[in-house]
């Protein structure tokens, strides 16, 4: 059974600094791994959607890494703002009888204090 | 339509009643989702539709819990007999087969059930 594993479970930073999210998962059969973004009580955005033969995307001031063979993943925000307080989910794709599942994980909450 | 749309936001209900969510997909996209999130967790799998046909089922999803897609365009989940542990948030997303695995899931805001 995959199981997906963030690290920190929260995290609390000063304004403009940048940042590193941690992704695990224990299954490296994914087709793909996506970085969410959920806001109280919202429902989830995508931010960066990285294919399996891929190593990173980047999509301006986040940068999203996959190491399949070791099953990680990070998520990097660089100059962080207070508007990117939120819960950051990753979640990776897996084939399931000839359609598609999201396993997720239990997301990194992010306050970026001024 | 610019998104994934569902119905009610917030439900409020009291234990062994029944309740229905809506959801309304991206048009065109012929896979609909169904996940469920509790506090403090991520959205576990529920169930998946690939137009009118439901193709997979979580063990999640117990007998009181039925997915419909008519006519392959909006959903609804009912869950019959609520119990206190059915309190959490539901979520819809879509997305369009391109031909392989890799299209992208858009999620709606969900519906928050609370039973009382």
């Not at chain 1, 996506?34 to 955005?45: E, I, N």
Request: aromatic share 8%.
């Amino acid at each position: 059974k995959q199981e997906v594993t963030q690290i920190p479970a929260a995290l609390s930073v000063p304004e403009g600094e940048n940042l590193v999210l941690n992704c695990s998962f224990t299954d490296s059969a994914i087709y793909n791994l996506q970085w969410f973004r959920q806001d109280p009580g919202k429902g989830l955005t995508s931010l960066l959607l990285i294919q399996s033969s891929q190593r990173e995307q980047t999509s301006g001031r986040l940068n999203a890494s996959l190491d399949k063979s070791s099953g990680r993943s990070t998520l990097y925000i660089a100059a962080s703002q207070p508007g990117d307080s939120a819960t950051y989910l990753c979640a990776v794709l897996i084939l399931t009888g000839g359609g598609n599942k999201l396993t997720f994980g239990t997301g990194t909450q992010l306050k970026v204090e001024l | 339509d610019t998104g994934v749309s569902q119905n009610p936001r917030h439900k409020i209900t009291k234990r062994g009643q029944n309740v229905t969510f809506r959801c309304d997909p991206i048009s065109e996209h012929n896979r609909l989702y169904w996940y469920r999130q509790t506090l403090g967790q991520g959205p576990e799998f529920l169930t998946y539709f690939q137009n009118e046909a439901q193709l997979e089922k979580s063990r999640l999803l117990s007998d009181r819990f039925s997915a419909e897609r008519p006519k392959g365009s909006f959903s609804t989940l009912e869950i019959q007999r609520t119990e206190q542990g059915d309190s959490a948030m539901y979520l819809c997303a879509s997305s369009q087969t391109s031909g392989g695995p890799t299209d992208t899931q858009y999620f709606g805001p969900g519906t928050r059930l609370t039973v009382l």
